[in-house]
């Protein structure tokens, strides 16, 4: 490889190559809450500077001491102890314009005449790029790479025509951006059907609507709502489906519910932990608590390993995660990554849900997402030894507001489509990022040109 | 961030032991905590004997014309005070610290006080001739502890040595860690259960009183309420040698007049008709090694034989066979006892739920003990739930989450303050009706009055967060339909990009030679 394109040190094409600050300077008493952002290990995880984890922050006259720690857009960051290897840059439409980075850091400044910032970070990304990194690594405590400065500036990466290289980027960003797009477009979704989920059954926004319209008394607890509709807020669902709720409330046990709806256990409206039949020793999908999703539906990783003990789970399902910080920390995910008929399985602490028809699946998922259930979750907490975790028995304890069979079957009828489309977007994903990993050695190598470079260039610059 | 700061009860005088802890402890060298624990609190001890004596002798001195004769044991006997014979004076032996004999002068110091006064035979340590103990710093040691309180008012003086020499065990016991545990319950905890019980006056007993803080806090409890110390009489019994000895030491130094006894308490039970008005402990969390198993038919088990690998329910029935007919028990156990039910532990507590003994659980927060981070819980059983004092709560039971209360002090402990100890007494105040103590409210996500029949639904499971319900959940103000709108608005957006971003990769594959 290389062959293909001439080689250029990371000294001929570097503006600057820095250390990050020494610990000692960068302390966690030295943190504000607002300031210059301090880039950390777990922004890095991607090809560029990741804005939607939090930042800590330093003052300005902070940073203003840490001068060489001071990064901006278009800057190189590596790790040099730790989670060796990660590369990342800030991209040109970061959060903010100026960083820190922290004391396992350094960064290049590209020379950007000579070599861009996506192609430096596309090449060590490459497996070739990896081993010239690591190749001076020191593996006596942490791992580092040694003297990472003057070990960075003697590094040799191939060097295409600035045009090429844009090219290529180009390529493998709109990649990226595709699979960036899918994952807040998950998002948007997921907030919907929450959004509905909430309005219906917690809120019971359709019938304050229908009981203001037939001038029925309303309680308490929805008296803002409907002094909203009062004073003309739109009604909150079309027409036929508003119908479908009645227009009063009657008293439970549980405060004002809609009139004809049920106050029923839990276990009565959704199967805690349901047989799932796996043989010991088969290899199936399995999927880890480390991987599973604190936000949104939809693990990242999951592995095949062989079946040993823990729960089980098949397509539809909604994962708890039942077990201290986890349960608080909000795992939890909906299965939609296993095919028909497959079983997964994942750790014992997971507590299966799952609705008995007419409830869709995903109200399983919607619930265990509200507060209002995740805040029964943690206080149901037994146990002494520190690890303490929630018994699946207490889950009898919670009532659920159930309604009619007709309005369980709307609901489906609308969340069932926005999470089968959040999961295309996540397939797709992995497709595009396989995709990806593919083009990548390839394109920076030279090996894969493309047919037309000059067309490519005119379309990017247009 | 900021760091928080240290919210200790901050009198002027913390300054001055935290200091005091620094110099004895830079003296330490290379000595186990654990070991050099008994130098220097023995040290404390003697010092705060001496300066008793001196102050009285004082006072006799100035009246030997009426008569009066500071040589004479009699005198101080008869006013409480310990005898120190003249080899064992502070003076004297402060005037041979420099000495390399002075390992021999303290042991004999303390021989010659155990030798006068029977109340503290084989109470103080007597080996501070030993070659292991570095005879200079032990020297340095003695210089350290003649100035404490020095030149202050002899009453002032013993007040702030049995502070001393509180401070000083709480310090050990953080630097033991693990072991720390054994002899030392954190102050903040044990005044939750003082304060809950409010322990004005009659028997008060701890079957498991390791260096005596129960005892201790309770005496602090009574004359903050301006009540009298000889109001209460007081009951222990800790099985380990050693750490039974710094309870004597840690009573003694508080002038608290005290009987405890020195064994095991499952097996040798020193106060077997002792009925208490109030029982306060903290036993050993889940202990396995209490040799149950040959205690099957024992007296004490109304409710049930607990299982031999864990003394949580054997410790919970001592304390019940100890109560007397209006008595009150407070104790620590750790959660596992509100919810367990393997071997029986299940049963034996559904007996004493049913037997409607339950007054009120608390559940703490974690990380509050030196020797552990599990979290526990508080019990309260009351022998009759109906008796005079209060209101009747029979069939009722109090349960409080108190899991979010507390504040770090570093990064592993956590420490409930002066308010979140007034708020958790101040609601079981409440509850039972104490005078002056306010209306009783359920609070959702804190407390909640419970009835026999809840806990039954709860198959006998006396953890809080199940009965207290959730916290009222803040909605995030923004209407359905309002939400509703942006949201489609940015999924349009969205599918837009992505129908572009789409075309872009196609075109882009298309050029690599991959149109499909």
């Known amino acids: ?462 | 961030m900021a760091r928080k700061p240290q919210n200790k009860n901050s009198t002027a005088k913390v300054g001055f032991e935290q200091k005091l802890w620094q110099a004895a402890d830079a003296l330490r060298n290379n000595m186990d905590a654990a070991e050099y624990k008994h130098v220097v609190l023995g040290l404390i001890f003697l010092k705060y004997i001496s300066d008793a004596f001196e102050a009285k002798y004082a006072e006799l001195t100035a009246q030997i014309s009426e008569g009066a004769d500071p040589e004479d044991p009699d005198e101080y006997r008869a006013a409480s005070i310990f005898w120190v014979p003249k080899e064992a004076r502070w003076a004297h032996l402060k005037a041979n610290a420099p000495q390399p004999t002075i390992g021999k002068l303290v042991d004999d110091a303390m021989a010659a006080i155990e030798r006068d006064n029977p109340s503290l035979k084989g109470v103080l340590p007597k080996d501070y001739a030993r070659p292991g103990l570095d005879k200079e710093r032990l020297g340095q040691l003695i210089n350290l502890v003649s100035d404490i309180a020095l030149g202050d008012p002899a009453e002032r003086a013993r007040d702030t040595l049995g502070r001393v020499y509180e401070y000083f065990l709480s310090q050990f016991a953080s630097a033991e860690g693990k072991k720390g545990g054994q002899f030392y319950t954190p102050t903040h905890v044990v005044r939750v259960l003082v304060e809950m019980l409010a322990p004005y006056k009659g028997r008060v007993y701890d079957p498991c009183c390791g260096s005596g803080g129960m005892f201790v806090q309770s005496e602090k409890f009574i004359e903050a309420h301006a009540g009298r110390l000889g109001d209460i009489s007081i009951y222990g019994q800790e099985s380990n040698y050693t750490t039974w000895r710094l309870a004597k030491m840690n009573l003694a130094i508080r002038g608290i007049d005290a009987q405890i006894a020195h064994g095991d308490t499952f097996h040798n039970d020193a106060f077997p008709d002792l009925k208490a008005d109030y029982v306060l402990a903290n036993p050993p969390f889940n202990s396995s090694d209490w040799r149950g198993e040959l205690l099957k038919d024992d007296k004490r088990w109304v409710y049930g034989v607990p299982p031999a690998g864990n003394a949580n329910f054997a410790w919970v029935q001592h304390f019940l066979h100890h109560l007397a007919p209006n008595g009150i028990a407070g104790f620590v156990l750790a959660n596992g006892s509100m919810s367990s039910n393997q071997s029986g532990e299940g049963e034996i507590r559904r007996n004493i739920i049913e037997a409607d003994l339950v007054d009120c659980m608390v559940a703490l927060p974690g990380q509050l003990f030196y020797s552990t981070q599990i979290p526990v819980c508080l019990w309260f059983l009351a022998r009759d739930k109906r008796n005079g004092r209060f209101r009747d709560r029979r069939g009722k039971t109090l349960f409080i989450d108190a899991r979010k209360l507390g504040t770090m002090v570093d990064r592993t402990h956590r420490e409930l303050t002066e308010e979140d100890i007034r708020k958790i007494a101040g609601t079981y105040h409440a509850w039972r009706g104490d005078r002056d103590a306010g209306e009783y409210e359920d609070v959702p996500g804190f407390c909640k009055s419970a009835t026999l029949d809840d806990i039954r639904k709860h198959g006998h499971v006396l953890t809080p967060g199940r009965y207290v319900g959730a916290e009222a959940q803040e909605d995030d103000g923004e209407p359905f339909e309002e939400k509703m709108k942006r949201l489609v608005a940015q999924l349009k957006e969205q599918q837009a990009e992505a129908a572009k971003l789409d075309a872009a990769i196609a075109r882009n594959l298309e050029e690599l030679g991959y149109g499909g």
């Open chain 1, 1 to 462: 490889m290389g062959g293909e394109w001439r080689e250029a040190t990371i000294e001929e094409v570097a503006e600057k190559v820095a250390m990050g600050p020494f610990g000692s300077s960068i302390k966690v008493e030295t943190f504000v809450s607002d300031g210059i952002p301090v880039i950390s290990g777990q922004h890095l995880h991607g090809f560029k500077v990741d804005d939607r984890i939090g930042f800590n922050y330093v003052t300005e006259e902070h940073a203003g001491r840490l001068r060489n720690a001071n990064v901006q857009r278009g800057d190189v960051i590596f790790t040099h102890a730790g989670n060796i290897g990660q590369v990342a840059f800030v991209p040109w439409n970061s959060l903010y314009e100026r960083y820190v980075i922290s004391q396992r850091q350094f960064y290049m400044r590209c020379d950007r005449s000579k070599v861009i910032p996506e192609f430096v970070v596309a090449y060590f990304k490459t497996p070739e790029g990896q081993h010239r990194l690591l190749a001076n690594t020191s593996q006596t405590g942490v791992p580092s790479i040694a003297r990472p400065v003057s070990y960075l500036r003697t590094i040799p990466i191939p060097l295409p025509p600035i045009e090429e290289q844009r090219a290529i980027a180009h390529i493998l960003g709109t990649l990226d951006d595709k699979i960036e797009l899918n994952r807040k477009m998950s998002e948007t979704l997921e907030e919907m059907a929450r959004a509905l989920f909430k309005s219906w059954f917690v809120n019971f926004d359709p019938v304050v609507w229908n009981a203001v319209q037939a001038g029925n008394p309303i309680p308490e607890r929805f008296a803002a709502t409907a002094a909203r509709y009062h004073n003309g807020a739109p009604c909150p669902v079309s027409g036929n489906i508003v119908n479908l709720f009645p227009d009063s409330f009657e008293s439970s046990e549980l405060g004002d519910i809609p009139k004809g709806w049920e106050v029923k256990p839990l276990p009565q409206v959704i199967d805690v932990n349901p047989p799932r039949k796996l043989t010991k020793g088969r290899v199936a999908p399995y999927l880890d608590m480390a991987n599973m999703p604190t936000q949104g539906h939809s693990p990242d990783v999951v592995i095949e390993r062989s079946f040993t003990s823990g729960m089980r789970f098949i397509n539809g399902d909604t994962l708890l995660a039942r077990i201290t910080p986890c349960l608080e920390n909000g795992k939890t995910a909906f299965v939609d990554f296993l095919n028909d008929g497959q079983v997964g399985w994942g750790s014992t602490e997971y507590i299966v849900l799952r609705p008995k028809p007419p409830l869709p699946n995903e109200f399983a998922y919607c619930l265990a997402r509200d507060a209002e259930f995740r805040e029964f979750a943690i206080q149901s907490m037994t146990g002494s030894s520190g690890r303490q975790r929630v018994p699946a028995k207490a889950l009898d304890h919670f009532t659920i507001v159930t309604p009619p069979e007709e309005i369980s079957r709307a609901f489906g009828k609308q969340v069932t489509p926005i999470f089968a489309r959040s999961s295309a977007a996540a397939l797709e994903s992995r497709t595009l990022a396989v995709l990806r990993d593919t083009l990548l050695p390839k394109l920076i190598s030279g090996k894969l040109r493309v047919k037309d470079g000059g067309k490519l260039i005119e379309r990017i610059q247009t």
